[in-house]
């Protein structure tokens, strides 16, 4: 499946939303909640969660 989501800047390969990295499915992210993640992606979503909580 491909996805092209508004909010991504692809000349800044950047989330215009957040103004940070696009991972799909982190928090504030449209697809958050709303999709099951794969492994690798889950990954990079808790990995920006815990950086979260330092
Ligand atoms: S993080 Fe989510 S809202 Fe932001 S560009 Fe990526 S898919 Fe879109």
């Known amino acids: 499946m491909t996805f092209h ?5 692809i000349n800044a390969d ?3 939303k957040l103004k ?4 799909p499915g982190r928090r504030g ?5 709303k999709v099951k ?3 690798e ?8 969660n815990d950086k979260g909580k330092a």
């Open 5 to 9: 989501c508004k909010n991504f800047d």
């Open 20 to 23: 940070g990295e696009c991972i």
């Open 37 to 39: 993640l794969s492994e």
């Open 14 to 16: 950047r989330c215009n």
């Open 41 to 48: 992606l889950q990954k990079k979503v808790d990995a920006l």
């Open 29 to 33: 992210c449209v697809l958050e909640g």
